[in-house]
């Protein structure tokens, strides 16, 4: 039998704000409620008849109830369920166990309590299997319902089989237009799922059938299909060469350029949007391909589409060519507003700095030394001066906190749910009533999350608070005994981790990356078990084992100081190689070794490893200064890429 790990925390903190009597209470009632709850995992459920009486006013008792039809909703009778899912309709525990339900009476094909039991759902299976009760019951599918089988075909995948009955009842029904087709056919193609677009052509012309597949043909090889393309200026043939020339711009960006503005741009009328979206494409895959016009056609894309994405590789080329005049010129030619981004003023302070502008330079590293921030702390090692930190306390009465956990029931649930141990269902309850705070509510909640010791949430409301300069709440230092004695035993700066743990995890201990990368340190599962092996650890259940915040932190401070070692001590490498891998960090320091590290980093073409390398390099100081004096705190580890090419 599975034990479900449930623990309270410690005393000091479960006293925090609370009465000695009343928190003695909600502690007798938490070790009840775990009991109990074991007992229903254990299916002894005569615990719960005896002692759930005694929990009645807890704030969480009806979880007990929850979780019970949780774990036997196959035993129990459908009006007891339905009774409950209508009780607690508006709490998010009812979002996983009606999930749960439906999917089991879908398996039951108990289609009338399923329509009673439902309500819109995300999930494709349930709507479809939503639609599939409607047509046993009714035979026929109304406007409304129609629109949302027609919505649920229309997509760039095959859909699972449970759809087959919705789908077949629309091509009986000749609900499936040519038009609609096409639609797919271009979701499809969108997607690379050639054989999804191929099978869609079954009812189509004999001539849409053919440019189909040549839609296929300019997918598999761009560069002869497009060459060869002849075909009347109709809406699929732009579409399709459209497509063909965003596939040639991927490996050869001048290539496609030339096709589109000599030949193809004169001979089909492209929309605006067309021709605007496909230039920025081509502009941005000539900037990965180090194309000579790549700066020149970056600068020329339209000014809607000139985001950020565009604005980095403009930055980038300029770096990369070390073009100082060329940075000062690019950054005039931005939105005032972009301008004085901190990065942009930074570099401008740079470029200015290399043609000689020193005062100039000095005085826009002066305002960006005051910005507790990657940029702000470069500005302040141009200078020779100690960072700013900008600390600010908040403070928070003890009456502002009775007064908000009097009027949101909702943290109180969270609060006690999250003390038992059930940090998913804390979650959703906090998450339900996260959007009512006013900015002061907030503050205050923010402040509680933190005495509590649930710093991720501590860090999100604090966020939102904007209320950025409580570096306690922001950067808060839990699990201090693991994190210090797994760095020492590793000789790693426990500051180094604590900014690793802060950019991956914000501390969730349950937390999974959308890559698959589990716990505080977000390790790869592949990744543990590679490490346990060396290191001798046993792992029983690696998902369960990465979420054991020791266990993650000794894997992970493992790993991170296999990757210093690999990269010879170089921080700023084993950074970019913990979230991008050892490969890519080897394959960029060859790149653009020799170049100043400050530059290294603006050059790194990941937009979301450059993000995170520029947070993780600054949350380090911010930690160490919470360590120790303000004048202690060392500069950000950014270590010079140096290789063979660099000598002399």
Known sequence: MKKNIIYIMSIPLLLMGLSTAYANVLLQQRWQFKEIYQSILDMELSTLKKRGAKLRGYPIAHYL???YL????GKEKPQIIHAFLKRYKDSPITKPLRKAWLKLLAKKRDWKNFIVAYIPQKNTVLRCYYLRAYLHTQKQLKDRLLGEAKSLWLHGKSQPKVCDPVFNYLYKNDHITSQLRWQRIGLAMKMGNLRLARYLTKNLSKSDKILVARWQNIHRKPIIALKNFKHPDTPQARKILLHGLQRLAQTNAGSAYRYWKTDFKQRYAFSKKGNTGLFRYIALKSAAQNHPKAALWLSKVDKDLADDQVNQARLQIALKKQDWQAVVKMIHSL???????LQFQYWKGRALEQTGKTKKAEFIFRKLAKNRHYYGFLASERLGQPYEFHYQWLKVSKNSKKRLLKKYAGVIRARELYFVGLTKEARAEWEAVLPRFKTKELEVVAVLAHEWGWHDRAIVAIAKAKHFNNLKIRFPLPFYDEVLTHAQAKQLNFAYVYAII?????????DRSVSGALGLMHLMPNTAKEVARKHKIRLKNIEEDLFVPDLNITLGTAYLREMLNKFDGNHLLATVAYNAGPTRAKRW????SCLSPDIWVELIPFRQTHDY???VLSYI?????QMVEHHQ???MRLDPIQTEECSG
């Open 65 to 67: 109830h929850y979780l």
């Open 335 to 341: 939105p005032i507003l972009e301008q004085k981004k």
């Open 502 to 510: 802060r950019q991956e995890s914000a501390f969730q201990t349950d």
């Open 613 to 615: 390398v520029r947070h």
């Open 589 to 592: 320091a060859k790149k653009y």
């Open 633 to 635: 705190v060392k500069p």
């Open 621 to 625: 100081p911010i930690f160490e200064s």
């Open 70 to 73: 949780k774990n036997n909703l």
